[in-house]
């Protein structure tokens, strides 16, 4: 029994040694990986915006006897309140402005609509709603890039530096041989660009 009890221990004693060998093998194999490092943020900035192509204001340039009744207001998002008088075949007012990116980001221009033309009766005005529809048929009001090619979707102002030059016109095609009797009111409705970050 003594003899059993002592081949016990001699087992038990080889099994520690064998798993003491076993960790002291896996440590020589052991490595240790590590990763740090830091990050700043920056936060970027958007800013899209109209601009004047030159000076301070937007002057109109006019064809005909086409006459500039209020000039234009420019606000960083808004041309507004401008207002107008075409009086016969020929006439059109032209406006120059440009669309910048100051930001820090690309901007990508993904919609733009055009406003439309409608055309009503001027109070106290004869004309009949029928001749003033005519009228709208024949004027035109376009937006272009400044170099006549059309606006599209998809196209980049870079960061910072992008700018797109813009030419905006209201005319009665020289071409038109409409005839209108009196006043007739053109309303012009929202034209809209929306950039998105590219």
């Not at 020589?28 to 700043?40: E, H, M, R, V």
């Not at 899209?48 to 209020?70: I, P, R």
């Not at 009228?135 to 980049?156: N, Q």
């Amino acid at each position: 029994m003594e003899k059993e009890r002592g081949a016990k221990v001699i087992a038990v004693v080889a099994l520690l040694i064998a798993v003491v060998g076993l960790t002291i093998g896996y440590a020589a194999y052991a490595s240790t990986l590590t990763i740090n490092g830091s990050a700043n943020v920056d936060p970027a900035s958007w800013d899209v915006h109209f601009a004047y192509k030159t000076g301070d204001s937007l002057t109109a340039a006019k064809t005909g006897n086409a006459v500039e009744n209020t000039a234009p207001t420019l606000a960083a998002t808004t041309i507004s309140g401008f207002a107008v008088t075409l009086k016969a075949p020929g006439d059109s007012v032209t406006y120059d402005f440009s669309v910048k990116n100051g930001g820090t980001l690309d901007a990508r221009l993904d919609t733009f609509t055009l406003g439309t033309l409608t055309c009503a009766p001027n109070d106290g005005s004869r004309i009949s709603q029928e001749d003033a529809t005519r009228l709208c048929g024949e004027l035109k009001y376009t937006l272009t890039y400044a170099d006549g090619s059309t606006i599209t979707t998809g196209t980049i102002l870079e960061k910072t530096t992008g700018s797109k030059d813009l030419t905006l016109k209201l005319e009665w095609p020289v071409s038109s041989t409409l005839e209108v009797s009196d006043d007739v009111k053109v309303t012009i409705g929202t034209t809209t660009f929306v950039y998105n970050q590219a």
